[in-house]
């Protein structure tokens, strides 16, 4: 915890100081306190509602306990076996069966969960599902991943920003333009694949399943939301490609944007690693 807290005031700095810089050296002198203004703004926005990020991209919305009391059964008995809050509920229109769990801390936590995946699990994998995304609220994971989605958000805007600006009204954005969409691109990529680790979501599993106690059940639902996700996959767009790490599984084909923002292991590695907690040798 204390780990992942050192990690996300680095990687506000580093991208406050990075505002800053680039402000400078296009304006000079002259953009140089405006440029301190939006990296002020920056960290306020990252810290404070970087959790929106994902759930605007989604398009979710608060559900309550009379349209899915099964939801909110689960997600109450495996809180108050962790003797932890019980986060705010959140549910998507996407078909694609998926669930991300987004915050500052356990007391302003929130689960979001697909239509999809409401339709695809049963109700033990579903719960290992919630476990999954609990264990990511108790590992104090859920700062940095919305601080680092937030940060992609804005870095990739800042470029179109940038690019617009810097060309003339006849040629379209010029070169320096040209250059910041093609740097920043990456920047915004190399955010989250360096705040989010993939050895994360294996430690999220295997606490989410001692959680749940029934390591298959997540195994099963992780082989069903990859099986699913591959029919229906998610438009590979900059909003939702800089929320994608929150999932508990990539939403996309892995092309373009998707493989440069790739940040999962492979649902085979994790389901063996699962079937291994159970007692499964291969």
């Given at each position: 915890m ?9 990687l ?5 100081t990075?505002?800053v ?8 002198g002259?953009?140089?306190?405006f ?28 559900v ?26 959140y ?12 915050g ?7 689960i ?9 699990l049963d ?63 990456p ?6 694949q ?21 390591p298959l059940?997540?195994?099963?639902a ?6 699913r996700?591959?029919d ?10 800089s ?5 508990i599984?990539n ?9 440069l923002?790739a ?20």
């Amino acid at each position: 915890m204390h780990h992942n807290g050192l990690r996300t005031a680095v990687l506000l700095g580093a991208m406050s100081t990075l505002i800053v810089v680039v402000g400078t050296w296009l304006g000079g002198g002259f953009l140089a306190p405006f440029a301190l203004l939006a990296a002020l703004v920056t960290i306020v926005v990252a810290y404070f509602f970087g959790d929106r990020v994902a759930l605007t991209a989604l398009r979710a919305r608060p559900v309550s306990e009379v349209e899915q009391p099964m939801l909110y059964r689960i997600v109450r008995e495996l809180s108050t076996g962790a003797r932890q809050p019980m986060p705010r509920l959140y549910i998507s229109p996407t078909m694609q069966p998926n669930a991300f769990a987004t915050g500052r801390n356990p007391r302003k936590a929130t689960i979001c969960v697909t239509y999809g995946l409401m339709k695809t699990l049963d109700e033990a994998e579903l719960r290992g599902v919630i476990g999954h995304e609990l264990s990511h609220i108790y590992n104090r994971d859920i700062l940095i991943s919305s601080v680092a989605a937030a940060l992609a958000t804005m870095i990739t805007f800042a470029g179109w920003v940038a690019a617009f600006f810097s060309g003339d009204d006849d040629e379209g954005p010029g070169f320096i333009g040209a250059l910041l969409m093609m740097v920043l691109g990456p920047v915004a990529a190399g955010v989250i694949q360096t705040a989010i680790s993939r050895t994360r979501e294996y430690q999220a599993d295997e606490s989410g399943a001692l959680l749940t106690g029934n390591p298959l059940a997540l195994a099963s639902a992780l082989r069903k939301i990859e099986m699913r996700g591959r029919d229906l996959p998610l438009p590979e767009t900059g909003r939702l490609a800089s929320a994608a790490h929150l999932m508990i599984a990539n939403p996309f084909r892995g092309r373009g944007l998707g493989r440069l923002f790739a940040t999962h292991p492979s649902t085979a590695e994790r389901v063996a690693r699962l079937e291994r907690m159970a007692g499964y040798r291969r």
